[in-house]
């Protein structure tokens, strides 16, 4: 008998690997990833060897969707699951990590501008024509 993802929605596990992927959104590949990174712990298998994961490692892989989704590296999402899962944690810890990382993303967007920037102008000082000479070869070559 199969299930349909609609049905599984409303499940509370235990969920094979594709359930698991279907309720988190995460797929069955990353699932292994971030077991094999310990992001999410070492689950139960059936005697055939099949992973079943609960209701809590679908929660914590819907936490690392979103921590990816806004760009947290794999070390950020692990600190920050640690801290997610230590109810007596002091909320200026998360806002830290929240911080550094906005100024990294701060750091790579002015990288990225300048790249635009340099290449925009390269781009108007090329004539685009026929002939051979082009300003953005001559950059690139140095």
């Known amino acids: 008998m199969t299930q349909d993802i609609a049905s599984i929605g409303s499940a509370s ?4 690997i594709g359930q698991a992927a279907a ?16 992001l999410l ?4 298998r059936t005697d055939a060897g099949y992973r079943q994961y609960g ?5 914590t892989l819907r936490f690392i969707r979103r ?6 590296s794999m070390a950020e999402i692990a600190e920050l699951l640690k801290l997610w899962q230590d109810k007596r944690r002091a909320s200026a810890d998360v806002k830290r990590i929240a911080l ?3 100024a990294e993303l701060e750091r790579r967007i002015a990288e ?4 635009r920037q340099n290449l925009t102008q390269l781009a108007h000082c090329c004539k685009g024509n026929s002939r ?3 300003p953005i070869l001559t950059e690139l070559a140095g």
């Open 132 to 134: 051979p000479d082009c």
């Open 41 to 44: 712990p070492t689950v139960h």
């Open 13 to 16: 596990g235990p969920f094979n």
């Open 23 to 38: 309720q988190s959104g995460v797929s069955a590949k990353m699932i292994r990833h971030y077991e094999a990174l310990g």
């Open 100 to 102: 550094a990382h906005v």
């Open 112 to 115: 990225m501008e300048a790249m």
């Open 55 to 59: 209701d809590r490692e679908v929660h």
């Open 67 to 72: 921590a990816r989704a806004l760009g947290f």
